[in-house]
């Protein structure tokens, strides 16, 4: 089957450091996204893994494991307009995104 | 670079009603998908198109739905006989379709659909 888990909600403070995990089950995998997406709007491209390893772009970070079907977004210094929800989703076969239920994230000051 | 549009932004029937969206990708996308998103839901994969051919529909993708992509540029989504249920937003993505590599999807603001 196809499954894709990520904590529904987070707390964080201005300037911190917050880790969102990501597992995922899926058949012909291509790649992990992780995506941003404000209340209301559309989703937006943060970054994408197809190798095990770190990807670092700017304050955004991007983990995967491909062995443990695991990955993370790591977010640093974080400010107020980090708030949304963050969506992880797992590329199959080049063809369709499956989408986690999405991470709600609420930095406050 | 426009970006992925989609008209209208919202649309609100009363149940029974035929409703149709439309999608423009970015130009020269050759890959053109519809996602429907609930609330506290993340996007669920629909349909997608390579050019003009529809290649893979979702289970989810029930025979009130259908849709086209007739000159492999602009898409429509057109649901029949609405039920409540149908009541989400409509995402449509576009992709450069680069065969074997990384295709980054683009999203559209979405249509948001309102069953009565």
């Known amino acids: 089957g196809q499954n894709i888990d990520q904590p529904t909600e987070m707390t964080a403070t201005e300037g911190a450091i917050v880790q969102i995990n990501c597992t995922y089950q899926?058949?012909?995998?291509?790649?992990l996204f992780w995506y941003q997406q404000h209340a209301g709007e559309a989703p937006t491209f943060l970054s994408y893994?197809?190798?095990?390893g770190l990807e670092e772009k700017g304050r955004f970070s991007s983990f995967l494991s491909r062995s443990k079907g695991y990955s993370y977004l790591l977010l640093k210094e974080l400010q107020m307009k980090d708030s949304a929800s963050y969506l992880c989703?797992?590329?199959?076969?080049?063809?369709?995104?499956?989408f986690g239920k999405g991470t709600t994230l609420s930095v406050s000051s | 670079d426009t970006g992925v549009s989609q008209d209208p932004r919202h649309k609100i029937t009363k149940r029974g009603q035929n409703v149709t969206f439309r999608c423009d990708p970015i130009?020269?996308?050759?890959?053109l998908y519809w996602y429907r998103q609930t609330l506290g839901q993340g996007p669920e994969f629909l349909t997608y198109?390579?050019?003009?051919?529809?290649?893979?529909k979702s289970r989810l993708l029930s025979d009130r739905f259908s849709a086209e992509r007739p000159k492999g540029s602009f898409s429509t989504l057109e649901i029949q006989r609405t039920e409540q249920g149908d009541s989400a937003m409509y995402l449509c993505?576009?992709?450069?379709?680069?065969?074997?590599?990384?295709?980054?999807?683009?999203f559209g603001p979405g249509t948001r659909l309102t069953v009565l």
């Open positions: 893994n197809v190798l095990d």
């Open positions: 989703a797992a590329n199959q076969a080049g063809t369709a995104l499956i």
């Open positions: 130009s020269e996308h050759n890959r």
């Open positions: 993505a576009s992709s450069p379709g680069l065969a074997g590599g990384f295709s980054r999807q683009y």
């Open positions: 899926t058949s012909g995998f291509n790649g």
């Open positions: 198109f390579q050019n003009e051919a529809q290649l893979e």
